[in-house]
Nanobody
Framework: QVQLVESGGGLVQPGGSLRLSCVAS????????MSWVRQAPGKGLEWVSS????????TYADSVKGRFTISRDNAKNTLYLEMNNLKPEDTAVYYC??????????????????????WGQGTQVTVSS
């Protein structure tokens, strides 16, 4: 069965950095698009970034562009999110999500919404001094 296991969250001061990892199993990782999605306290889900299959294209939410970098190691079935210059508003539970297609399909409907069929359990990121 499909499993997505995130790690790397924690407490960091503003301006600090963290690297999240998501180890995938139960499917051919290299052939599917993958994303990071977050949920801040009391708010809905917010798409953060996606990486298409293989060494495909990457996309970012405007709120993280220039600070976050998504990458994937298909040999290790692992998705990463390198987060730099973290801000208090980045505080959230970060979820790794698998798309049902090679390219992550998204629409803008008030906010960016992307299609995913499996989710991890999430990892907490807290940015506070």
């Amino acid at each position: 069965q499909v499993q997505l296991v995130e790690s790397g969250g924690g407490l960091v001061q503003p301006g600090g950095s963290l690297r999240l990892s998501c180890v995938a199993s139960g499917f051919t990782f290299s052939t599917y698009g993958m994303s990071w999605v977050r949920q801040a306290p009391g708010k809905g889900l917010e798409w953060v970034s996606s990486a298409n299959s293989g060494i495909g294209s990457t996309t970012y939410a405007d709120s993280v562009k220039g600070r976050f970098t998504i990458s994937r190691d298909n040999a290790k079935n692992t998705l990463y999110l390198e987060m730099n210059n973290l801000k208090p508003e980045d505080t959230a539970v970060y979820y790794c999500a698998k798309a049902p297609t090679a390219q992550v399909m998204c629409v803008v409907f008030g906010k960016i919404m992307c299609q995913h069929d499996y989710w991890g359990q999430g990892t907490q990121v807290t940015v506070s001094s």
